[in-house]
T-cell receptor, first 111, second 113 residues
Framework: DAKTTQPTSMDCAEGRAANLPCNHSTISGNEYVYWYRQIHSQGPQYIIHGLKNNETNEMASLIITEDRKSSTLILPHATLRDTAVYYCIVRFRSGTYKYIFGTGTRLKVLA | DVKVTQSSRYLVKRTGEKVFLECVQDMDHENMFWYRQDPGLGLRLIYFSYDVKMKEKGDIPEGYSVSREKKERFSLILESASTNQTSMYLC????????????FGPGTRLTVL
């Protein structure tokens, strides 16, 4: 299984960009990187995913290094509602596709 | 919007009781999943199903069983609840394929006394 390593916690000022790093040095060529977040007492929410290229959607941007061993999730203008636990996940295929969730990064957006 | 609903947000049961957790999705997804979430351990996969009447064990299936009689509904069963099954239970669904995105329900916080 390709595992991920994330910092335990981070703070970010409201209105600033939040950059959340993730290391996945054992990722294989056909494995995608997914990001989810979980706001307190809710189920995880999909944010974005990518394979090789950088990706952007209405929620965030995903930057994947050329060697694919790490990635960064960017929330361009963090708000208080972005306070959550953010999970970086590498897709592992075993019969069907399953996720391996780590313990994530607890992001606190400060007013 | 995909909607995944779970039958209860909070549930309190006694040791030895049979417990049913229900999950329903409204987007015709083939795949459905049950996870449990515990502090410091992240989400762990209990069982998943990729079709009606099909099921596969996840990483921690002991003490649990599942049922999928209809495509939209996936049930998690605790045959004889124990205190170490106190946890947050999360259901998810997805389409099959290379880039399937899992959509999660709000979770059921189960306490076994």
């Amino acid at each position: 299984d390709a595992k991920t390593t994330q910092p335990t916690s981070m703070d970010c000022a409201e209105g600033r960009a939040a950059n959340l790093p993730c290391n996945h040095s054992t990722i294989s060529g056909n494995e995608y990187v997914y990001w989810y977040r979980q706001i307190h007492s809710q189920g995880p929410q999909y944010i974005i995913h990518g394979l090789k290229n950088n990706e952007t959607n209405e929620m965030a941007s995903l930057i994947i290094t050329e060697d694919r061993k790490s990635s960064t999730l960017i929330l361009p203008h963090a708000t208080l509602r972005d306070t959550a636990v953010y999970y970086c996940i590498v897709r592992f295929r075993s019969g069907t596709y399953k996720y391996i969730f780590g313990t994530g990064t607890r992001l606190k957006v400060l007013a | 919007d995909v909607k995944v609903t779970q039958s209860s947000r909070y549930l309190v049961k006694r040791t030895g009781e049979k417990v049913f957790l229900e999950c329903v999705q409204d987007m015709d997804h083939e795949n459905m999943f049950w996870y449990r979430q515990d502090p410091g351990l992240g989400l762990r996969l209990i069982y998943f199903s990729y079709d009606v009447k099909m099921k596969e064990k996840g990483d921690i299936p002991e003490g649990y069983s599942v049922s999928r009689e209809k495509k939209e509904r996936f049930s998690l069963i605790l045959e004889s609840a124990s205190t170490n099954q106190t946890s947050m239970y999360l259901c998810a669904s997805s389409l099959p394929g290379n880039t399937d995105t899992q959509y999660f329900g709000p979770g059921t916080r189960l306490t076994v006394l």
